[in-house]
């Protein structure tokens, strides 16, 4: 038996809510990187319960129009860039300036499995990875954190040889012979997690460079995967078809007092 019963009349409440944040998304009302209404406040204002206002904002961050930090609320998620590099700069990249050089700091080092991984590797599923976590910093101010994954078989002396101030492609050249020749990169703009804000002590919501990067040799074939993030609030990227690509330190915040 059919309904006479308009579809808005038996539409959930929660997917009212989440059509009408969405909508604001979509047409700018709500900006990027904007901070939402306290949930308190969008229970009074569409007259629901909390619950009902989670399940509409579980909707928003499942299709990645909002991100939810912990302790501070949500936000309109950033827009995403998507891009191929082909300049290979290694770990240099997250210093920027040549006179502030980045200190990095070992925080995992172990053999592990992932699928998802080693299939941008062209690894079999179950292939052992070498994983080697890091965290860069310049002038003692926690600015990335790097999670890299190479094939275990291929680099089997990485789990132990290579320190935290090495340079990992000028080892993979001078032990193995395998020489980065070109990456792909995809850049997107985050917030920070929980456990990012941690490492990094953050002291207030900042955007991130979130970057993916496969590395390859000089056979095409994939060397690395890594993933990456960035302060946008200390990092500019700048991209330039005539010269290399690379963070550079916002030199202009700390200027102007930036806390």
């Given at each position: 038996?059919?309904?006479?019963?308009?579809?808005?009349?038996?539409?959930?409440?929660?997917?009212?809510?989440?059509?009408?944040?969405?909508?604001?998304?979509q047409?700018?009302?709500?900006?990027s990187?904007?901070?939402?209404?306290?949930?308190?406040f969008?229970?009074?204002?569409?007259?629901?319960?909390?619950?009902?206002?989670?399940?509409?904002?579980?909707?928003?961050?499942?299709?990645?129009?909002?991100?939810?930090?912990?302790?501070?609320?949500?936000?309109?998620?950033?827009?995403?860039?998507?891009?191929?590099?082909d300049?290979?700069?290694?770990?240099?990249?997250?210093?920027?300036?040549?006179?502030?050089?980045?200190?990095?700091?070992?925080?995992?080092r172990?053999?592990?499995?992932?699928?998802?991984?080693?299939k941008?590797?062209?690894?079999?599923?179950?292939?052992?990875?070498?994983?080697?976590?890091?965290?860069?910093?310049?002038?003692?101010?926690?600015?990335?954190?790097?999670?890299?994954?190479?094939p275990?078989?291929?680099?089997?002396?990485?789990?132990?040889?290579?320190?935290a101030?090495?340079?990992?492609?000028?080892?993979?050249?001078?032990?193995?012979?395998?020489?980065?020749?070109?990456?792909?990169?995809e850049?997107?703009?985050?917030?920070?997690?929980?456990?990012?804000?941690?490492?990094?002590?953050?002291?207030?919501?900042?955007?991130?460079?979130?970057?993916?990067?496969?590395?390859?040799?000089?056979?095409?074939?994939?060397?690395?995967?890594?993933?990456?993030?960035?302060?946008?609030?200390?990092?500019?990227?700048?991209?330039?078809?005539s010269?290399?690509?690379?963070?550079?330190?916002?030199?202009?915040?700390?200027?102007?007092?930036?806390?």
């Amino acid at each position: 038996m059919s309904s006479d019963k308009p579809i808005e009349a038996v539409m959930p409440l929660y997917k009212k809510i989440y059509l009408d944040i969405k909508q604001q998304i979509q047409a700018n009302k709500l900006q990027s990187g904007q901070k939402l209404p306290s949930e308190q406040f969008l229970c009074k204002k569409y007259q629901v319960s909390r619950i009902t206002v989670r399940k509409a904002l579980k909707l928003l961050t499942d299709e990645r129009l909002i991100v939810t930090v912990q302790g501070k609320g949500s936000y309109v998620n950033i827009k995403k860039m998507i891009g191929k590099l082909d300049q290979i700069q290694g770990f240099s990249e997250f210093a920027g300036s040549r006179d502030q050089p980045s200190k990095p700091k070992i925080l995992k080092r172990e053999i592990l499995k992932n699928a998802a991984i080693a299939k941008e590797l062209l690894l079999a599923e179950k292939a052992d990875l070498v994983y080697i976590k890091r965290l860069f910093e310049i002038a003692d101010v926690p600015i990335a954190i790097d999670e890299a994954w190479l094939p275990a078989e291929r680099f089997p002396d990485l789990l132990v040889k290579i320190e935290a101030d090495s340079s990992l492609y000028d080892y993979l050249e001078r032990k193995y012979h395998e020489i980065p020749t070109n990456s792909y990169r995809e850049i997107s703009t985050v917030l920070p997690n929980t456990k990012q804000t941690e490492i990094l002590k953050l002291n207030k919501v900042v955007p991130l460079f979130d970057v993916n990067k496969t590395v390859y040799n000089q056979f095409e074939q994939p060397l690395e995967f890594s993933h990456y993030v960035v302060r946008g609030d200390e990092m500019t990227y700048t991209v330039d078809s005539s010269a290399d690509s690379e963070f550079h330190l916002n030199n202009k915040n700390k200027e102007q007092g930036k806390n």
